[in-house]
């Protein structure tokens, strides 16, 4: 029962935050692009979710590789490193 009821709190109070967000941007009168209501926000991030997805595959990608790429590097000077024969003993 102590899971659900953390569960209940946590998905609430962000539930809460976001109708604080929402109603409380639109009293403040502030502009949009300061300070956008999060049905915009939501509304904005399922339309452009393809390109979206698109992008976080490129970005996964080029991580990928520069984390490969790291780790050759670092072995082959490990390497280098450990055959040395000027390396102290």
């Not at 949009?32 to 926000?41: E, F, K, N, R």
């Not at 979206?52 to 590097?73: C, D």
């Amino acid at each position: 029962m102590g899971r659900v009821r953390q569960v209940a709190v946590t998905v609430s109070g962000f539930a809460g935050i976001l109708v604080i967000w929402q109603y409380g941007a639109r009293f403040t009168r502030l502009p949009a692009y300061i300070l956008p209501v999060p049905t915009v926000i939501a509304a904005r991030f399922w339309q452009t979710l393809a390109i979206q997805a698109h992008h976080l595959g490129v970005t996964a990608m080029t991580t990928m590789i520069g984390t490969q790429s790291s780790s050759v590097r670092l072995l082959r000077t490990a390497c280098m490193n450990t055959s040395s024969r000027n390396r102290e003993r």
